[in-house]
C-alpha cells in the first residue's frame, strides 16, 4: 500500500466514523441526569450541607420545580447522588486496578496505583462518602448507611482478591490493605500528600508477600 493510499483510507475510515455518530448522536441527559450529574459535582466540591437546591437547581439548568418532581427532598437527591456516585468509583477503581495488574496478588497491590491517579487529579477533593458521612455524622442517617455499605463493597473486592492470590487469611489481609488506602484518602486530602498511596503501597507490599506464598 503507498503513502497516499494509506492516507486516503485514513480519510475515508475517519468520515465514515462522523457520519455514523452524525446518524447516531449520543442521547442527550434527562433533566434527572443533568440534574444528578450537577449535584454529584457540586456536593463533592462544595460539600452537602454548603450546596443548596437552588444552586443545584440553576447549574442543571432546570427549575426548582422540575428538581422536586424528580425529587421529593434534598435528602433524596443526596442519596441518588451517592449512589451514582458509587457506581461510577467502584467501576473505574476496579478497571483500572485490572488493567494494571494481570494476577489477584499483582491486583492487591495495583489497586494502590489506581488510587494515586485518582488523587492526581486535579479536582480531587477526597472521599465523597468520607466527607458525607462527617456531614451525616449519625450513624442511622440514610446517607450514612449508604457510605458505609460502599466502604464494605470496596473492602468486599478487595477480600475477593485476596483470596483468589491465596492469601493465608484473606479477611485479615484485605482489611489491613483496606486501611492503609483509607489512610491514604484521607492524608491525601486532608495533608495535601498526593504520594500518599505510593508510600502506602510499600507497606502494603510487605503485607501482601507475607500473606501469599
Known amino acids: 500500500m503507498t503513502q497516499n493510499t494509506a492516507v486516503t483510507t485514513t480519510l475515508q475510515a475517519n468520515t465514515s466514523v462522523y457520519l455514523e455518530k452524525k446518524r447516531h448522536p449520543m442521547p442527550a441527559l434527562s433533566k434527572k441526569e443533568q440534574i444528578v450529574s450537577q449535584a454529584l459535582s457540586l456536593f463533592y466540591q462544595q460539600g452537602f450541607n454548603a450546596t443548596g437546591v437552588d444552586n443545584i437547581a440553576s447549574e442543571a439548568k432546570v427549575s426548582k420545580k422540575t428538581l422536586y418532581n424528580h425529587f421529593k427532598s434534598k435528602d433524596e437527591l443526596i442519596l441518588v447522588t451517592l449512589r451514582k456516585r458509587d457506581e461510577l468509583f467502584r467501576n473505574n477503581i476496579v478497571r483500572v486496578t485490572e488493567r494494571l495488574g494481570s494476577t489477584a496478588k499483582e491486583r492487591l497491590l495495583s489497586i494502590f496505583d489506581a488510587h494515586d491517579k485518582w488523587f492526581q487529579e486535579e479536582d480531587f477533593s477526597g472521599c465523597m462518602f468520607i466527607n458525607a458521612s462527617a456531614e451525616f455524622s449519625a450513624s442511622e442517617h440514610p446517607s450514612h448507611v ?3 455499605e460502599h466502604k464494605r463493597l470496596v473492602r468486599e473486592y478487595i477480600h475477593q482478591l485476596a483470596e483468589q ?9 484485605a482489611r489491613q490493605l483496606n486501611l492503609l488506602l483509607e489512610g491514604a484518602i484521607v492524608d491525601a486530602h486532608v495533608s495535601g500528600n498526593k504520594d500518599a498511596a505510593i508510600f502506602a503501597k510499600s507497606m502494603a507490599t510487605v503485607l501482601v508477600n507475607q500473606a501469599v506464598n
Open 146 to 148: 449508604f457510605c458505609a
Open 165 to 173: 492470590a491465596g492469601a493465608q487469611d484473606a479477611d485479615i489481609l
